[in-house]
């Protein structure tokens, strides 16, 4: 008989509106929001993020209502930068921000996961920079995300985890190191996405050790390894690759979450670790039982 994983005291589950496969603030081949809601607690989670603004509710009292009437309470909001632009960029960049802090705070949540632009379309493959930044482009997203992570500190009280992604320029292990290197650890935390980090060839226990004092935030997710070798061969975009199933259910694919979860409670802090299986579109009756078995798998990792 096989004992059971120590328990994760210090690891808080969730989900997320992107395992019902929401990409999008209004969509029609997406799961409407009340119908995520109530099938996101019916699976065991407590906490969720906001997903893209303008899915859920944005008036705080009314998704405040809509929350606790299902026992779930919001751990992060997400927003969209482009900050390797530079200064020419941070009122827009702000006004996306600001909007998105202001309801993340109102939610009683203390993260905002910040992504980084895409250099290609995900949803065409159009070709919209170079993937490489050039030396004062990767000046300029340092110092931008400084400043972001100190306005919406100082104004929101919230701390910013960014997030590597496929097809951004903060992707692979060496530009994730990169931009920690370049980045004041007290302004800028690392939201380690296990799913994203392997498709560009990382190994997350490594990450979780190497960067422990950054490691702020995690997303729970696989890849698959024979898609994932055709979307290398094929050079597919992220979304395409999606489409094609690249991202999959745990515990059928890379890498193993259990040893990520241990190593991340080794840390000795609290975290989020939030499941985001990406599979836009998806039938609308596709992602409960995936998500009730994921929960079940975590449990069985140690994650009460």
């Not at 005291?9 to 992107?18: E, K, L, N, Q, Y």
């Not at 290197?181 to 980090?197: E, N, Q």
């Not at 050790?209 to 024979?226: C, M, N, S, W």
């Not at 040893?259 to 409670?265: E, F, I, M, T």
Request: net charge negative; charged share 25%; glycine share 8%.
């Amino acid at each position: 008989m096989t004992s059971s994983p120590p328990a994760l005291t210090r690891i808080r589950i969730g989900s997320a509106p992107d395992s019902w496969g929401v990409w999008f603030p209004d969509d029609p081949q997406q799961t409407p929001w009340r119908r995520f809601l109530d099938e996101v607690a019916d699976a065991g989670y407590e906490w969720i993020e906001l997903g893209p603004y303008g899915y859920l509710p944005t008036d705080p009292v009314r998704l405040a209502e809509e929350t606790a009437a299902r026992g779930l309470r919001v751990s992060a909001g997400t927003v969209f930068t482009g900050l390797h632009h530079g200064p020419a960029v941070w009122e827009e960049t702000w006004e996306h921000v600001s909007r998105i802090a202001a309801l993340t705070q109102a939610m009683g949540a203390a993260h905002l996961v910040v992504i980084p632009s895409f250099w290609r379309d995900d949803k065409t493959g159009k070709v919209l920079e170079d993937r490489t930044l050039t030396p004062a482009q990767w000046r300029e997203l340092a110092s931008q995300t400084e400043r972001l992570g100190r306005e919406v500190r100082d104004r929101y009280g919230l701390r910013i985890v960014v997030h590597p992604h496929a097809d951004t320029h903060i992707d692979t292990p060496e530009n994730v190191a990169r931009f920690l290197d370049a980045t004041d650890p007290g302004l800028v935390s690392l939201c380690l996405d296990t799913g994203h980090y392997a498709y560009c060839g990382g190994d997350s226990v490594r990450a979780v050790e190497t960067f422990a004092e950054r490691i702020g935030y995690l997303h729970l997710k696989q890849v698959d390894p024979r898609i994932l070798a055709e979307v290398v061969a094929e050079e597919l975009p992220f979304g395409p690759a999606v489409g094609r199933g690249v991202m999959c259910e745990p515990p059928s694919g890379v890498p193993a979450l259990e040893p990520v979860l241990a190593a991340a409670q080794r840390l000795g802090v609290d975290l989020f670790a939030i499941v985001e299986q990406d599979m836009y579109p998806c039938p609308p009756d596709r992602p409960l039982p995936i998500a009730r078995r994921t929960r079940d798998y975590l449990r069985s990792c140690g994650a009460r």
